[in-house]
């Protein structure tokens, strides 16, 4: 299950090159442009430190989604957070 702030991770095979594929879904909430560059380039240069991965071929994407739109055991975040 997903939570608040988390990230996947795929590596799809292309023509016998990897592209890694990382998929952060989070919610808004302090989310501005200047720190979701920061976190595309920190997980780009991850990848290409810790596994060798090309970064030009690194793809990195942010969901932003809003608390009405994220539920956990049956309630939203925005009702889970008011309490």
Same mark, same amino acid.
């Given at each position: 299950?997903? +939570? ?8 799809n095979t292309k023509s016998g090159n ?7 879904? +989070? ?10 560059? /920061?976190?595309?380039t920190a997980v780009t240069d991850l +990848? ?28 939203? /975040? ?6």
């Open positions: 299950m997903a +939570l608040p702030g988390s990230a996947d991770f795929c590596s990897t592209m890694p594929y990382v998929n952060f879904k +989070l919610t808004p909430e302090g989310l501005t442009p200047e720190k979701k560059r /920061v976190l595309i +990848l290409q430190r810790e596994l060798g991965k090309n970064p030009k071929t690194t793809i990195v994407v942010i969901d932003e989604v809003e608390t009405d739109n994220w539920g956990i055991g049956g309630r939203s /975040v925005t009702e889970r957070r008011a309490q």
